[in-house]
């Protein structure tokens, strides 16, 4: 069975500090793609990355920065000098190569005080 | 790119009407549309997938009879709720895919609130 596990419920951190979320997930299968969803108190989730399961190479966009390691099966989510705009709840998901559903984390509230 | 709009994005109704949410794909045709339900400070539940022209897939649990999901074009799904109760009243978010491509795009979604 497929899983994502978001151990952290909420982190709060105080404005340019570098936060770390976490995310785990649980898979058989070889082939896969890991995404990031941003949802702000909007409420409309906004699409971050994905990356496949074959290519571990680690990316970088502006503040943001993306660490995947098979070997841990983790897929964890930097922001590098945090501002309060990043304040939401981030999920972590996975979809399996033939699959049609999403399977999500249960989400990290990150709350970014000025 | 990949814009999804959500219509109404909030709604009230009386117990035993019924409610219809759109989900439009605006630049792109989105041949399968997922249809979600988050309670508050939780993560999405996926009711149903629908692929253009063909009939929902229902996720366990969810009465088909009850949340009628209709994908007529490439571009459009409808989510009816049908003789809705205060338990129905949730976020409703829907989400849209390209063939071939993995992301799915979000729209904003629909708060319903049934009185």
């Known amino acids: 069975a497929q899983k994502v596990t978001q151990a952290q419920t909420e982190i709060s951190v105080v404005e340019k500090e570098d936060v770390t979320l976490d995310c785990v997930y649980e898979t058989r299968d070889t082939t896969y793609y890991l995404f990031w969803y941003k949802q702000p108190p909007s409420g409309e989730l906004v699409f971050l990355i994905r990356?496949?399961?074959?290519?571990?190479q680690n990316e970088i966009s502006g503040r943001y920065s993306w660490n995947f390691q098979k070997s841990t099966s983790s897929f964890n989510f930097t922001i590098t000098a945090s501002q309060v705009v990043d304040s939401a709840v981030y999920f972590c998901?996975?979809?399996?190569?033939?699959?049609?559903?999403?399977?999500f984390g249960a989400g990290t509230i990150l709350r970014v005080k000025s | 790119g990949a814009v999804v709009s959500q219509h109404p994005s909030r709604v009230i109704c009386k117990s035993g009407t019924s409610v219809k949410i759109e989900c439009r794909s605006l630049?792109?045709?989105?041949?399968?549309m997922f249809w979600y339900r988050q309670f508050p400070k939780q993560s999405l539940m996926l009711m149903a997938t629908s692929n253009e022209g063909s009939k929902a897939t229902y996720e366990q649990g969810v009465e088909k009879d009850k949340f009628l999901i209709n994908h007529a074009s490439l571009t459009l799904s409808t989510l009816t709720v049908t003789s809705a109760h205060p338990e129905d009243s949730s976020f409703y978010i829907c989400?849209?895919?390209?063939?071939?491509?993995?992301?799915?795009?979000f729209g904003p979604g629909t708060r319903l609130t049934v009185t």
């Open positions: 998901a996975l979809l399996m190569e033939y699959g049609n559903k999403l399977v």
């Open positions: 630049d792109f045709q989105a041949t399968t």
């Open positions: 990356r496949n399961s074959f290519d571990e």
């Open positions: 989400s849209a895919r390209e063939a071939g491509r993995y992301e799915q795009y």
